[in-house]
């Protein structure tokens, strides 16, 4: 068996088949680097996380070059919430791959994630550069702008993300609730009454609509909402 047919395993989705053929590989010493890494994605795959790190770990010591090990390295030390040794993971791919979105991308929501949000944000402003298309560059760049204070480019964030995807729940939530902390209610009513006309069982729309009201002073629909809602 060769590299390459544990490969086409891999890609066809057949695990199992794949590792055994990969441990065989390792046990003959044959193409030792690419077998770690490949049964590094596959545990991966297969939600094992410390699996993933221990068989990139190893590869890295081959192929300490390898962008995608890196990337991969980093990613799976986020999703166990491991933010620290993921921004460093994330940190050398883009060493080798400065261009590299998603690594840039995720190096911001580690950042975010361990509180350092201006450096957050300068992440997220390079990954909207490098994707403009991207939804999630768009959001979590607003979100991380919002933690800084800087609501009018938070805001700007989130129009371009509306473009992209209109109907994201948690980018309309952040969005009414930016327009309330900077004084917009009147323009937060409307933003809150479109949403719920397109999704009606949208709670926080709802509470966001009564309180941006109540604000707003049109203490009569505010009653009239109240009553609806003890009525439902």
């Not at 596959?42 to 962008?67: A, K, M, W």
């Not at 799976?76 to 921004?87: C, F």
Request: hydrophobic share 45%; aromatic share 10%.
């Amino acid at each position: 068996m060769t590299i390459e047919a544990a490969s086409q395993l891999f890609r066809q989705g057949q695990f199992p088949a794949a590792k055994k053929t990969l441990q065989r590989l390792l046990r003959k010493g044959q193409s030792v680097p690419a077998a770690l890494r490949l049964l590094g994605y596959i545990e991966g795959q297969l939600q094992n996380f410390p699996g993933t790190i221990d068989y990139l770990s190893q590869s890295l010591r081959y192929e300490p070059s390898s962008v995608e090990s890196w990337y991969y390295l980093g990613l799976a030390h986020q999703k166990l919430a491991q933010h620290g040794a993921a921004v460093d993971a994330y940190l050398r791919a883009l060493k080798l791959a400065p261009d590299l979105f998603e690594a840039t991308h995720d190096l911001g929501l580690s950042l975010f994630a361990l509180g350092r949000n201006a450096e957050a944000a300068a992440q997220f402003e390079r990954a909207a550069g490098l994707n403009p298309a991207s939804f999630e560059a768009h959001l979590n760049l607003g979100a991380a702008l919002g933690k800084l204070r800087r609501y009018e480019d938070e805001i700007a964030s989130y129009d371009k993300a509306l473009a992209i995807d209109a109907g994201n729940r948690t980018l309309l939530q952040n969005y009414g609730a930016v327009l309330c902390q900077t004084g917009r209610f009147e323009v937060a009513v409307a933003h809150y009454e479109a949403v719920r006309q397109r999704h009606p069982d949208f709670d926080f729309a709802r509470g966001g609509l009564l309180f941006a009201k109540a604000i707003a002073g049109d203490w009569d629909d505010f009653d009239r909402q109240v009553q609806e809602l003890h009525a439902a």
